[in-house]
């Protein structure tokens, strides 16, 4: 029934998927749950679909009338697979559709349909039962992104369910699939785990058809790989014979600037000016108004720095010169000057761009892509021979200490880097070039990657499910599951913050409610607390300053206190010198907390933004204001970055990064401290004597030495650190604080005083 054409026909036959169509259905229809193994390229995301419809999956009036779902956890990947298979079955949209968020191309009629995991997921929250569907195929499990893996905790509950039904009934009901697909063999912590699936699901493994790739260390690991990324690429385009080239960088503007380096360079003579300077600016813009946020999307413009930290791993690569450079033993006497045919490929990036690395490149042209690692295994790029492997990606990382989460660029795993060099084998024997020594990848390499559950502040994933309606946490069947405790305590920390109600129903049912607030503090890809700050910043045009500040929270303190001070004098300096720098110190501290009147900490750290910024950044204004440069930098990296993802998340709103930050009016000053207060509203200490009768009641105080407070939820006295810029003041009688530390007494630090008129 269905014609495809004698050319797909064979394209079709050669995919290792191909071989075991029967074994697989017979799988699926026998067994509610199946894992499907296979290498990137063995044809699951394109053929699954089609074998499933094939057996009348998605059409009704058969058994399975439901639709057929894949889940993808890139968009780019749902709409480019949505577009392939509609034109391999021939019949396009609406049959084969997908949606993603704010897009899509459903109706009535679609059979298969493509979507993010976040959109099924959102549908869940409506559709428990997920009773449009037949079948839900979840794609790239092994990236074991936090939605993946909710989602399929949530659908192990969902098949048992939905089976259940329709044993007891099978007019009304009809029963729901579930395959799980893995470019990995290592799906254990699905298989094996026996809170998600009671009986271990079948696991069906494609054998890989992959030809042979040759591995090439770099023997130094230069912090500096974009450089390193364009040198390599050009010297494979000069002296190796044809083939296309895939580099894999970290984000949208290293892309973009690679590409028109190489444009430049070696483009098409006759492609007009248009052509070769696209401005991806503002076609990204207007994609990131209409999409969820994906971490290798988040870009902070020009003023980062993509190099990571030199010290941090260029101490152990080999000594010895190894002559000649290895991977360049085809090379080409005579150097080839042919054109490249240079394509970017990036989430953000509208979907006909994307659409053009799947187009043979054109006559005599070679084909250069230049991605993140949406090509490690969510596409497959036709006719690559060469990688060139950065061995960076962009990832969401936590900092327990301040409870930030970040998107840095950071290394990737060994099994990334297997399936990135993998990538230069699908059409014939390849090489990889990775841009790292092998001592770098031996020792600084993890294994695989963390599952990005673990790598989240646990109160935003609890804060996350919540808002999907998923609302029991502590016995949630996680396939890597989050320490228990700290679920609890989260709901309690979120529940402080308003982000959930308590209800107090019958015990089985959920004591902790989603509340409108919590809903719009989902959307920010910070830490809860941080999170409410900005939904409530809103108001008064105090945004930029709360960015500023949650920012500075996040980096830690930039001042260069007293004992940074003593350290960096010399023995033999006089006690004059040293009193001319103690002075110097204390009056620049004197000049920032000028800012709410020395009854801050953090408008401390506001005003040092803003000064610093004022004065255009530098070492030399952070030498003469005692402030550490490099938290600086970091600061202004870290506005960039929040303000994006504000702007992408309500594009709405004005978040527009403006590094200069006027000093904030009285009124907004008032607003300030009210949002400081509101997100840090379980951190509240209240002066001892005010709630304890004792021989202090009443009296007034010079400076916060020896005055003790109570803190909520804390059992012994706690006082305010010398180092805070109202230890010098009359004790306030209500303040919040960021951090306590514990020396001979419980310090606190990063004080805020509430009780400002
Ligand atoms: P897997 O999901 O196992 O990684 P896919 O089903 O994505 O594999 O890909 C199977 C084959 O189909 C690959 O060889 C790939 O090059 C090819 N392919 C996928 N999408 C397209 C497309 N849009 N145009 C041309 N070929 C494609
Ligand atoms: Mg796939």
């Known amino acids: 029934k269905i014609d495809r054409s004698q050319d797909l026909q064979t394209s079709r036959m050669l995919l290792p998927v191909t071989e075991l169509e029967q074994e697989i259905v017979e799988t699926v229809l026998l067994n509610p749950i199946t894992v499907i193994c296979g290498e990137t390229g063995s044809g699951k995301t394109t053929q699954l679909p089609q074998f499933l419809y094939e057996r009348a999956f998605g059409s009704k009036g058969s058994l399975n009338p439901g639709m057929v779902a894949i889940t993808q956890p890139r968009r ?44 099924l997921l959102r549908e869940l929250a409506n559709d428990f039962l997920l009773t449009k569907y037949s079948v839900i195929i979840v794609d790239e499990a092994h990236e074991r992104s936090v939605n993946t893996d909710i989602l399929i905790g949530v659908l192990s509950r969902v098949v048992g369910l939905r089976n259940k039904r329709w044993k007891e009934n099978s007019e009304s009901m009809t029963p729901l699939r579930l395959v799980i697909m893995s470019a990995t063999l290592r799906v254990s912590d699905f298989t094996e785990n026996k809170s998600l699936f009671q009986q271990q699901p079948p696991v069906v493994n494609v054998a890989a058809r992959q030809h042979p790739v040759t591995i090439h260390f770099a023997r130094r690991t230069s912090p500096d790989y974009l450089e390193e990324a364009m040198a390599k690429t050009i010297k494979i385009h000069k002296k190796l014979p044809p083939g296309g080239i895939l580099v894999f960088l970290t984000g949208q503007g290293e892309i973009d600037s690679m590409v028109k380096k190489l444009k430049q360079r070696f483009g098409r003579k006759h492609q007009s000016k248009a052509q070769v300077t696209l401005d991806s600016s503002r076609l990204s813009k207007s994609n990131a108004a209409t999409g969820d946020v994906e971490i290798e999307d988040v870009d902070f413009g020009k003023s980062d720095d993509p190099a990571l930290e030199l010290d941090d791993y260029d101490i ?121 020594s092998s001592p770098v990848f031996e020792n600084h390499f993890e294994q695989f990657a963390k599952p990005e559950i673990l790598r989240m502040p646990i109160e935003g994933v609890v804060l996350q499910m919540k808002s999907m309606n998923l609302d029991v946490v502590d016995n949630f069947p996680f396939p890597t599951p989050p320490n228990a405790v700290g679920l609890s305590k989260a709901e309690k920390m979120l529940t402080n913050l308003g982000a959930l109600t308590s209800t107090s129903l019958t015990q089985a049912q959920s004591r902790f409610k989603i509340t409108e607030l919590g809903r719009s503090m989902s959307l920010f890809p910070v830490t809860p607390r941080f999170a409410k700050m900005l939904v409530t910043g809103f108001q008064h045009g105090c945004l930029p300053y709360i960015v500023a500040i949650v920012s500075a929270l996040s980096v830690g303190d930039p001042f260069l206190h007293e004992e940074a001070l003593k350290a960096g004098l010399n023995d033999d300096d006089s006690e004059d010198a040293r009193q001319a720098v103690r002075k110097a110190y204390f009056k620049t501290q004197q000049k920032f907390a000028s800012l709410g009147k020395n009854t801050s900490d953090l408008f401390k750290v506001l005003s040092a933004v803003g000064a610093y910024e004022y004065a255009g950044g530098g070492e030399a204004f952070c030498r003469a204001n005692f402030l550490r440069p490099k938290a600086m930098e970091e600061i ?122």
């Open 76 to 119: 780019v990947a749902a709409v480019s697979m949505a577009n392939r298979v509609g034109s391999e079955l021939g019949i396009g949209s609406p049959k084969v559709a997908y949606k993603i968020r704010y897009d899509g191309n459903t109706s009535p009629e679609t059979a298969i349909k493509f979507m993010t995991d976040g959109v």
């Open 636 to 757: 202004r990296k870290l506005r960039a970055q929040i303000s994006y993802l504000i702007q992408s998340t309500y594009p709405s709103i004005d978040a527009k990064f403006i590094p200069k930050l006027d000093p904030p009016s009285q009124t907004q000053v008032k607003v300030i401290r009210q949002l400081i207060t509101a997100g840090f509203i379980e951190q509240v200490a209240i002066r001892k004597d005010l709630v304890e009768e004792s021989e202090n009641s009443g009296k007034k105080f010079q400076s916060c030495r020896g005055i003790a407070y109570k803190a909520v939820g804390i059992e012994q006295d706690v006082y305010i650190h010398p180092s805070s810029t109202i230890f010098t003041e009359e004790p306030p009688g209500y303040i919040t604080y960021t951090e306590i530390v514990s020396t001979s007494q419980a310090y606190m630090k990063g004080i805020t005083s509430i009780d400002v008129s």
């Open 316 to 436: 152990e690569d080999e000594e010895e010169d190894l002559g000649e450079e290895s991977g360049f033993e085809e090379a080409r006497e005579d150097e080839s000057t042919s054109p490249m045919h240079v394509l970017p490929l990036y989430s953000l990036l509208p979907s006909e761009k994307q659409m053009q690395v799947f187009e043979p490149p054109p006559d005599g042209s070679r084909l250069v892509v230049i991605a993140t690692n949406v090509a490690e295994t969510s596409l497959t790029i036709p006719g690559i021979r060469y990688v060139v492997d950065s061995g960076r990606a962009k990832e969401r990382s936590y900092n327990e200490q301040n409870g930030m989460q970040s998107f840095d660029v950071s290394w990737i795993s060994k099994a990334s880097a297997a399936q990135r060099a993998g990538r230069a084998g699908r059409t014939g024997p390849g090489h990889t070039y990775r841009l790292y």
